[in-house]
């Protein structure tokens, strides 16, 4: 089961988001759980140490798909991160990542915010990658704020999600059914901006300081999977 999240807008709260899925799915299976970080933020959410290597140097090399598992860090017994690496995510080897993401594991992938495919984001081809397993998920989750700007942006894309994540903040005009009609896709769940996500954010302690406010309202997300 593959469920990438991903945003139109920097700032819409999509680390954080993929983050928590994560968590909250590898706390409730016996499979394992793998979280794919394609912007590099991922270690600092959780309090790792910044990995020296990851998919972005698999992706310019000639080792097999199985030399992925070497760079994965735990982060807890059932879940591990697939941190991102250094350097441009190319895309001349994505029909082999997602035929090794196609495993009995639960892949959430942190995408980042999905542009146009022109759009230089480090490298023409990081876009690619983000697109792709956007497309290729079986639940593609918009990560957004009940704003015109970042609703205009999804609207005008030619990939819809499945499903939204709306994050809530004081004095916007726009209603959750206001979002779910201008996108096409429901919402499944609505998170409040908390300061305890923040506060554990920055502390890098999110694994270990799990906000229960913000996990309830997730777990719709992760149903089924």
Do not use: N
Request: overall charge neutral; hydrophobic content about 45%.
């Amino acid at each position: 089961m593959l469920v990438t999240c991903w945003s139109t807008k920097g700032g819409s709260g999509t680390t954080v988001i993929a983050a928590l899925a994560s968590l909250l799915a590898a706390q409730d299976r016996e499979r394992p759980v793998l979280l794919i970080d394609l912007c590099g933020d991922q270690p600092a959410v959780f309090g790792s140490v910044e990995p020296a290597s990851g998919l972005a140097e698999w992706l310019h090399s000639h080792l097999a798909a199985a030399s992925l598992e070497r760079v994965l860090v735990e982060l807890t017994p059932t879940l591990s991160l697939l941190p991102r690496g250094q350097g441009p995510l190319a895309a001349r080897r994505l029909d082999e990542l997602v035929e090794w993401l196609a495993t009995d594991a639960l892949v959430v992938v942190d995408a980042g915010v999905l542009g146009p495919r022109g759009d230089p984001d480090g490298s023409g081809e990081g876009q690619e990658l983000r697109w792709r397993l956007a497309a290729a998920a079986d639940r593609s989750i918009l990560v957004t704020r009940a704003c015109y700007l970042a609703l205009r942006r999804a609207v005008s894309l030619p990939v819809r999600p499945s499903g939204v994540v709306l994050v809530s903040e004081a004095g916007r005009a726009l209603t959750r059914s206001d979002c779910e009609r201008a996108i096409g896709a429901p919402v499944l769940a609505t998170v409040a901006i908390d300061p305890d996500i923040a506060r554990a954010v920055d502390a890098g302690m999110l694994r270990t300081r799990v906000p229960k406010g913000a996990i309830r309202v997730l777990e719709r997300l992760c149903e089924g999977v």
